[in-house]
Nanobody
Framework: QVQLVESGGGLVQAGGSLRLSCRAS????????MGWYRQAPGKQRELVAS???????NYVDSVKGRFTISRHGAENTVYLQMNNLKPEDTATYYC???????WGQGTQVTVSS
């Protein structure tokens, strides 16, 4: 049974930083294509960053150069380091493997201007 627990969100001023964590059980994050997604109010959920099993990363254009996805295999955790945050980054952030259809509870990120 896959379980995904996101944490690390909060309220931050524009220009600030947060590091999100996604602790997984039931899967090995290093053996899966893992993604961080976000959903802002009134908008569709979007894939923000992904990390392949061989370490390749991809980012949506709006976060390139500001966000970094990484993983810690021993802790079975995926991270999203978010720097230079902007108000438009405000959303609920979720992580999951690409093949999984369910969502965790997410973690709320609010960036004030």
């Amino acid at each position: 049974q896959v379980q995904l627990v996101e944490s690390g969100g909060g309220l931050v001023q524009a220009g600030g930083s947060l590091r999100l964590s996604c602790r997984a059980s039931g899967i090995q994050v290093s053996s899966n294509l893992m993604g961080w997604y976000r959903q802002a109010p009134g908008k569709q959920r979007e894939l923000v960053a992904s990390l392949s099993t061989v370490g390749s990363t991809n980012y949506v254009d709006s976060v390139k150069g500001r966000f970094t996805i990484s993983r810690h295999g021993a802790e079975n955790t995926v991270y999203l380091q978010m720097n230079n945050l902007k108000p438009e980054d405000t959303a609920t952030y979720y992580c999951k493997p690409s093949w999984y259809s369910r969502w965790g509870q997410g973690t709320q990120v609010t960036v004030s201007s």
